[in-house]
């Protein structure tokens, strides 16, 4: 008798379900922001096209030990000679401002007050406004504009400054820590708008030139006055 032999069940193929492919993650891109463009661009205040640092902006600088020379031609005029090396608190921003090379020429008005403390030392502070004459690019032989053109603008600054100095003072009083101040506010005109409305002002107080406060987001600021002190300046002027 035949025997009867099962075939063998067909082999089945064990099926994978092929894995996604996995996206590897590219590292994110570095932006490295050309602060030297920013400063470079050109930008517009009060409809007059510029460069450089923007307005409403500020530095902080820390001068060495300066050689102060002076020597008296009238009982009220002296002609002044100063070199320092001033340093700037913190550090800049890498390739941010002017290159390495760069040259300016600025015409400083200023109001410097000193204290004598014994025979050969005085304290100096010095407060109000520097006004750039002409620059020169890094590199470059030449300056931007000539010695004429420096005079003509010289001049005209010299005319406003001469306009600020007529222009009717704010006058107020208060109290502060049992002395009584009589005070006068100077309108910096560069800083008032066309409703008539002034950020800074140069302040005078018991006839001793002060500096100049100025208004922020932040509220009144002056370097070197009292917290206080400058809070009841600051209420004066909004008065």
Not at 29 to 46: I, P, Q
Not at 96 to 113: D, F
Not at 131 to 150: C, D, M, P, V
Not at 193 to 205: H, K, M, P, Q, Y
């Amino acid at each position: 008798m035949a025997t009867q032999v099962k075939a063998p069940a067909p082999k089945t193929k064990k099926t994978t379900t092929a894995k996604k492919p996995v996206a590897k993650k590219s590292a994110p891109k570095v932006v490295v922001k050309d602060l030297a463009k920013g400063y470079n661009k050109f930008k517009s205040f009060e409809g007059k096209e510029y460069t450089g640092m923007q307005v409403g902006r500020s530095h902080h600088w820390q001068y060495d030990a300066g050689d102060w020379k002076e020597t008296k031609i009238t009982p009220d005029l002296w002609e002044i000679s100063y070199a320092v090396t001033k340093r700037r608190k913190g550090h800049a921003p890498e390739n941010s401002g002017a290159k390495v090379g760069t040259g300016y020429q600025w015409y400083i008005l200023a109001n410097q007050k000193v204290v004598k403390l014994n025979a050969d030392d005085y304290t100096t502070e010095m407060s109000g406004l520097k006004f750039k004459l002409a620059h020169k690019r890094a590199g470059k032989e030449k300056w931007n504009i000539s010695a004429a053109t420096q005079r003509k603008h010289l001049i005209q600054f010299l005319n406003e400054i001469i306009n600020q100095l007529q222009i009717e003072p704010i006058t107020f009083e208060f109290d502060y820590q049992d002395v009584h101040y009589k005070g006068e506010a100077l309108p910096v005109l560069a800083t008032c708008g066309e409703d008539g409305t002034c950020s800074e002002f140069e302040i005078t107080l018991n006839d001793e030139n002060m500096g100049i406060i100025k208004h922020m987001k932040s509220g009144w600021k002056m370097d070197r006055m009292d917290k206080k002190m400058i809070k009841l300046i600051g209420e004066q002027l909004e008065i």
